[in-house]
C-alpha cells in the first residue's frame, strides 16, 4: 500500500518538476521581454516631465503654438502602447503562475489523499539520488509561492502608475527591477538540479 | 526610392501589369508613390534621430566641462575644443538628413500638384460636379485630394519643426529643451496617427493593399 502510494507520489512530483523547470524558462523570457517596455515608460516620463519644464513660448520653438499639446498627446500615444505591452506580458507571467500553482495543489492533494498510508519515515526517506517526499513538497510549495508573490507584486506596480503621476512613471523601472528576486530563482535552479536524478531515473 | 517596407510593396512591375488607365492610373500610382516616400520618410527620421541624440549628448558633455573649468579657474574664456570638430560633423550629417528630408516633402508637393492636375481635368471633362462613378471603389476625386493634401500639410509642418531642430539642436545647452527637441524629433507631433490611417486608406482605395 506504502510502496503504491510512494510510486504514484513519485510519478506525480517528476510530473511538477518538469513542468516546473518549463515554467522557470517562459518566466524568465517573459520578463526579460518586459525590460524595453519598462524602459522606454520610464525614459518617456522623463520627456514628460522635461515637457512640463520647459515653457515653448520661450524657446525658438515658439513658431509652433500647438507644438506642446501635439507632443503630449503623441507622448501619452506612446506610454500607452507601451504599457499595453507591459499588460500582455503581465498574462504571460500570470500562465506561468497559474501552470505552477496547478500543478503543485494538485500534487498536494494526491499527497493528502494518501497521507494516511504513508508513515513518517516513508515521506521523510531519501537516498543519495532522490530528496525526501516532503523535501520535494516543500520546494514546490517555495517555488509556488516565489512566482505568486512575484506575480501580484509586479501586477501592483502595473496598476498603480498613471499617466498623470509622472514622478510614478520615472521611478517604475527602478522599482520593477528591485522586484527580482536572483535568491528565489537561484533556490529553484537548485531545486531543479537536486532532483535530476529523480527525473532521470524512470 | 525603392520601397524598403516590408509589408505590401508597389513595384514598377506590378504597376504595368494591372490595367488601369488614364485618370485613375495617375492616381494609383501616385498612392505607390505616397506610400514609398512615407517609408523614406521615417528611415530619414530614424537616421536623423540618432544624430541628433550624438549632437545633444556632445553638447551636454561640453557645457559639464565648462561647468568644471570655470570652477577650478575662473577664465572660463578657455572653449574646450574637445568635441568641437565632432560635433560639426554630426551637424553636418543632420543636415544633410533634412535635405533628404526636403527632397521627400518637395516630391509630394509634385503629387499634390498632380492630384490637383486630375481634379481640374475632371471639371473640364465632366463639369463642375465631376465624374458621376468613382474612379476606385467609393472615393471621388475630391476625397483624394482632400487626403493628398492633409499629408501634404502633415509633412510640410513637420519638416518646418525639423529644420528649426536642425538649427537649435547644435546651440542648446539645456538639457530639459535639448529633450523636448528630441522628443519632437523622434515622436513627429505633426505626424498624428492619422496620417497613416490616410495612407492605408488610400491604398485601400486604390487597390494596393486587398479589401
Known amino acids: 500500500m506504502s510502496k503504491l502510494a510512494l510510486s504514484s507520489l513519485h510519478e506525480a512530483l517528476r510530473k511538477s518538476f518538469k513542468s516546473l523547470g518549463d515554467n522557470q524558462r517562459v518566466w524568465r523570457s517573459v520578463l526579460a521581454e518586459c525590460g524595453p517596455p519598462m524602459a ?14 520647459v515653457q515653448i513660448s520661450n524657446t525658438p520653438l515658439r513658431d509652433f503654438p500647438d507644438l506642446a499639446d501635439r507632443l503630449r498627446f503623441k507622448l501619452a500615444l506612446a506610454t500607452d502602447a507601451a504599457l499595453g505591452q507591459l499588460n500582455d506580458k503581465m498574462s504571460s507571467l500570470q500562465s506561468v503562475r497559474d501552470a505552477v500553482g496547478n500543478q503543485v495543489s494538485a500534487v498536494l492533494q494526491l499527497y493528502e489523499q494518501n497521507a494516511d498510508g504513508l ?59 528591485s522586484l527580482d528576486c536572483p535568491s528565489a530563482e537561484d533556490c529553484i535552479t537548485d531545486t531543479l538540479c537536486k532532483v535530476s536524478f529523480l527525473m532521470e531515473s524512470q | 526610392m525603392d520601397g524598403e ?12 501589369r494591372s490595367v488601369v488607365t488614364g485618370s485613375a492610373r495617375k492616381m494609383k500610382d501616385n498612392a505607390a508613390d505616397w506610400h514609398n516616400l512615407m517609408m523614406r520618410w521615417n528611415k ?20 559639464d566641462q565648462q561647468l568644471l573649468v570655470g570652477e577650478s ?56 460636379e465631376g465624374r458621376k462613378v468613382p474612379q476606385f471603389h467609393t472615393w471621388n476625386t475630391k476625397q483624394f485630394e482632400r487626403t493628398c493634401g492633409s499629408l501634404c500639410d502633415a ?51 486604390t487597390g494596393h493593399r486587398p479589401l
Open chain 1, 40 to 53: 522606454s515608460l520610464g525614459n518617456l516620463a522623463e520627456q514628460s516631465r522635461a515637457l512640463a519644464n
Open chain 1, 119 to 177: 508513515d513518517v519515515a516513508a515521506v521523510t526517506e531519501r537516498s543519495a539520488a532522490t530528496p525526501s517526499v516532503a523535501d520535494m513538497l516543500e520546494w514546490l510549495q517555495d517555488a509556488e509561492r516565489h512566482y505568486r508573490r512575484q506575480y501580484l507584486r509586479r501586477k501592483t506596480l502595473l496598476q498603480t502608475l498613471r499617466a498623470d503621476n509622472l514622478s510614478l512613471l520615472e521611478s517604475a523601472p527602478k522599482r520593477w527591477k
Open chain 2, 5 to 16: 517596407a516590408g509589408d505590401v510593396m508597389v513595384t514598377s512591375a506590378n504597376r504595368k
Open chain 2, 44 to 63: 530619414l527620421n530614424e537616421d536623423g534621430f540618432n544624430v541628433a541624440e550624438k549632437i545633444v549628448n556632445i553638447r551636454l558633455s561640453q557645457s
Open chain 2, 73 to 128: 579657474s575662473s577664465s572660463s574664456s578657455a572653449a574646450p575644443a574637445g568635441g568641437a570638430a565632432e560635433l560639426e560633423d554630426e551637424c553636418c550629417k543632420l543636415q544633410d538628413v533634412v535635405n533628404k528630408m526636403v527632397a521627400v516633402v518637395t516630391k509630394m508637393e509634385c503629387l499634390m500638384t498632380s492630384q490637383r492636375g486630375i481634379q481640374d481635368l475632371e471639371e473640364f471633362q465632366f463639369g463642375p
Open chain 2, 155 to 205: 509633412f510640410r509642418s513637420e519638416l518646418r519643426l525639423k529644420q528649426t531642430i536642425l538649427e537649435e539642436v547644435g546651440h542648446t545647452v539645456t538639457s530639459d529643451l535639448s529633450v523636448v527637441l528630441l522628443s519632437c524629433w523622434l515622436h513627429q507631433p505633426f505626424n498624428p496617427p492619422q496620417t497613416r490611417r490616410a495612407l492605408e486608406a488610400l491604398l485601400l482605395e
